[in-house]
């Protein structure tokens, strides 16, 4: 049987398609290419009770996954995180089966390492050796230290601002780190200018195909943790978007393979209020999103303005029957606290507003009684020490409490 049942790249936007064996990037028309396939054979030759007995990583996905051979695959073990039951929250919100897909417990801190470890693994397949890209930080230092574990060069720039445990990851990698004096758009700029100049391999978000790939497996998890029973609603915090067209990508092909049967979960787009164009697109009833002018919010990860991909983030959130919805930073940094103390989990602001979302939602009547629903936290919350303002006392050596 194959490693992988990949078989070629297509445009969702005008149908051309690509080879997966040499080196692609954007459509010619400039939108992002997709992954296939052979799902008629892999039906034939794999059953989900199958995989019960493989390593705890994404890659007992090997099937699903674009890597053609095993010995291309770079890995630190990322994937397989827990799916944990947060029942004293669920209890307060009137939510029955509440759960988070923790992502705080993956290699680099964040689920960016999904990405990095399938995009890299079939970078190093394809014969590169020097790649690029622009980032908020989370992704910068997962691409760095995987291209590192890969004897890939790299090139990364990010924001002056990004959380400086980023910066730190990407420098000690070895990576050749610049900091922009602006947004993530404009270190897109500067890297765009460089890549081109230099003909190197552009992984900015969804400018190589199989970034998606590794995000996908979050949706091949919490279907398989799920015994193949998927639940109601999944909600996501929301920037380029990638995690959330992983996962719908996944459940379709789960569908097409019989593992799961039934409705889709509602898929949810949770943004920063400061910046929100998935957002005012969804409720304009748009397909695609404008430029968010100013964007700013503490969940450094959601701060997107333009995420190249906003017409298939909207497609999954219209073909599910989902929605998108803004939390202000106060809120998101409220749910933080009251997560670390109700439940134990100290989930970054990322997946707070995750959180902050479902009480909202909750609060709207969006949800239905008895649905299940899922919250990515995307993140470790000590990724962001800043974000939480402590005051504490300090005793002398003789004091008594
Ligand atoms: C990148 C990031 C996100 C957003 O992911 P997209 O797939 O780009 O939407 C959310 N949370 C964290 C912690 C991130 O680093
Ligand atoms: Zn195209």
Same mark, same amino acid.
């Given at each position: 049987?194959?490693?992988?049942?990949?078989?070629?790249?297509? $445009? &969702?936007? $005008?149908?051309?398609?690509?080879?997966?064996?040499?080196?692609?990037?954007?459509?010619?028309?400039?939108?992002?290419?997709?992954? +296939?396939?052979?799902?008629?054979?892999?039906?034939?030759?794999?059953?989900?009770?199958? @995989?019960?007995?493989?390593?705890?990583?994404?890659?007992?996905?090997?099937?699903?996954?674009? %890597?053609?051979? $095993?010995?291309?695959?770079? =890995?630190?073990?990322?994937?397989?995180?827990?799916?944990?039951?947060?029942?004293?929250?669920? =209890?307060?919100?009137?939510?029955?089966?509440?759960?988070?897909?923790?992502?705080?417990?993956?290699?680099?801190? =964040?689920?960016?390492?999904?990405?990095?470890?399938?995009?890299?693994?079939?970078?190093?397949?394809?014969?590169?050796?020097?790649? !690029?890209? &622009?980032?908020?930080?989370?992704?910068?230092?997962?691409?760095?230290?995987?291209?590192?574990?890969?004897?890939?060069?790299?090139?990364?720039?990010?924001?002056?601002?990004?959380?400086?445990?980023?910066?730190?990851?990407? !420098?000690?990698?070895?990576? +050749?780190?610049? #900091?922009?004096? *602006?947004?993530?758009?404009?270190? *897109?700029?500067?890297?765009?200018?460089?890549?081109?100049?230099?003909?190197?391999?552009?992984?900015?978000? #969804?400018?190589?195909?199989?970034?998606?790939?590794?995000?996908?497996?979050?949706?091949?998890?919490?279907?398989?943790?799920?015994?193949?029973?998927?639940?109601?609603?999944?909600?996501? &915090?929301?920037?380029?978007?990638?995690?959330?067209?992983?996962?719908?990508?996944?459940?379709?092909?789960?569908?097409?393979?019989?593992?799961?049967?039934?409705?889709?979960?509602?898929?949810?787009? %949770?943004?920063?209020?400061?910046?929100?164009?998935?957002?005012?697109?969804?409720?304009?009833?748009?397909?695609?999103?404008?430029?968010?002018?100013?964007?700013?919010?503490?969940?450094?990860?959601?701060?997107?303005?333009?995420?190249?991909?906003?017409?298939?983030?909207?497609?999954?959130?219209?073909?599910? *029957?989902? $929605?998108?919805?803004?939390?202000?930073?106060?809120?998101? @940094?409220?749910?933080?606290?009251?997560?670390?103390?109700?439940?134990?989990?100290?989930?970054?602001?990322? *997946?707070?507003?995750?959180?902050?979302?479902?009480?909202?939602?909750?609060?709207?009547?969006?949800?239905?009684?008895?649905? =299940?629903?899922?919250?990515?936290?995307?993140?470790?919350?000590?990724?962001?020490?800043?974000?939480?303002?402590?005051?504490?006392?300090?005793?002398?050596?003789?004091?008594?409490?």
């Amino acid at each position: 049987m194959p490693y992988s049942y990949v078989s070629y790249l297509d $445009c &969702p936007k $005008c149908g051309e398609t690509y080879d997966v064996n040499t080196v692609q990037q954007l459509c010619t028309c400039g939108a992002p290419l997709l992954v +296939n396939y052979d799902l008629e054979q892999l039906k034939d030759n794999l059953k989900p009770d199958e @995989l019960k007995d493989r390593e705890d990583s994404l890659w007992r996905y090997h099937e699903l996954l674009p %890597v053609a051979d $095993c010995k291309n695959v770079i =890995s630190l073990g990322e994937g397989m995180t827990p799916l944990v039951e947060m029942s004293k929250l669920g =209890s307060e919100l009137g939510i029955k089966n509440f759960y988070m897909k923790d992502e705080g417990i993956i290699p680099t801190g =964040s689920f960016k390492a999904r990405g990095a470890a399938v995009g890299v693994s079939k970078a190093k397949e394809l014969g590169v050796t020097e790649l !690029a890209m &622009p980032t908020n930080g989370n992704a910068g230092a997962a691409w760095a230290l995987y291209a590192a574990r890969a004897g890939i060069k790299s090139t990364i720039a990010m924001p002056i601002d990004a959380p400086e445990i980023t910066r730190k990851e990407t !420098a000690v990698s070895g990576a +050749n780190l610049y #900091l922009v004096d *602006g947004l993530i758009s404009d270190a *897109g700029k500067i890297i765009g200018k460089y890549v081109k100049d230099n003909q190197l391999y552009d992984v900015s978000t #969804l400018k190589e195909p199989y970034r998606i790939e590794g995000k996908k497996t979050m949706g091949l998890e919490i279907a398989e943790q799920m015994d193949w029973e998927i639940p109601d609603v999944i909600l996501y &915090p929301t920037g380029g978007g990638v995690g959330l067209i992983g996962i719908y990508k996944a459940l379709n092909e789960l569908k097409e393979l019989g593992w799961i049967k039934g409705k889709l979960p509602r898929l949810v787009a %949770v943004q920063a209020a400061g910046c929100a164009p998935i957002v005012k697109a969804w409720k304009e009833n748009k397909t695609e999103s404008d430029f968010w002018l100013n964007s700013q919010t503490t969940a450094f990860g959601i701060n997107v303005p333009k995420a190249l991909g906003d017409f298939l983030v909207l497609e999954a959130i219209y073909q599910t *029957g989902g $929605c998108a919805i803004a939390v202000e930073d106060e809120a998101m @940094l409220e749910e933080q606290e009251k997560i670390s103390s109700m439940e134990g989990a100290f989930v970054c602001p990322e *997946g707070a507003a995750a959180f902050a979302a479902v009480r909202d939602l909750r609060n709207n009547g969006w949800f239905h009684d008895e649905e =299940s629903v899922v919250v990515l936290n995307t993140g470790a919350g000590i990724k962001y020490p800043n974000t939480v303002q402590v005051e504490v006392p300090t005793l002398n050596k003789e004091a008594k409490i």
